[in-house]
């Protein structure tokens, strides 16, 4: 199986900011695509940020500038730099991956079980 595990969570004042882990582990062969999500109460989750193997990132507009995605691919971990952040950055962010399992054809996507980033005004 495979395991994606985030933390970095907190809570922190407006304009801080926080790095959120996402370390995933198992009967891993390759990752292609890495991700994070959020959902905040009552919304839609909705994408943050992606990367690619290759480090090709893709940013939701509402984080450019001030949120940063990476990946060491080694280590089968994604982070997420967040700055200038903002009341509504607050939500449960969630680390998305698609992995192609060792002896498996094909790849697979999987969830974290989420890390809660609360901003305060």
């Known amino acids: 199986q495979v395991q994606l595990v985030e933390s970095g969570g907190g809570l922190v004042q407006a304009g801080g900011s926080l790095r959120l882990s996402c370390a995933a582990s198992g009967s891993i062969f390759s990752i292609n695509v890495m991700g994070w999500y959020r959902q905040a109460p009552g919304k839609q989750r909705e994408l943050v940020a992606t990367?690619?193997?290759?480090?090709?990132?893709n940013d939701a507009e509402s984080v450019k500038g001030r949120f940063t995605i990476s990946r060491d691919n080694a280590k089968n971990t994604a982070y997420l730099q967040m700055n200038s952040l903002k009341p509504e950055d607050t939500a449960l962010y969630y680390c998305n991956a698609d992995v192609r399992r060792i002896g498996v054809g094909r790849s697979l996507n999987y969830w974290g079980q989420g890390t809660q980033v609360t901003v305060s005004s």
């Open positions: 990367i690619t193997r290759d480090g090709i990132t």
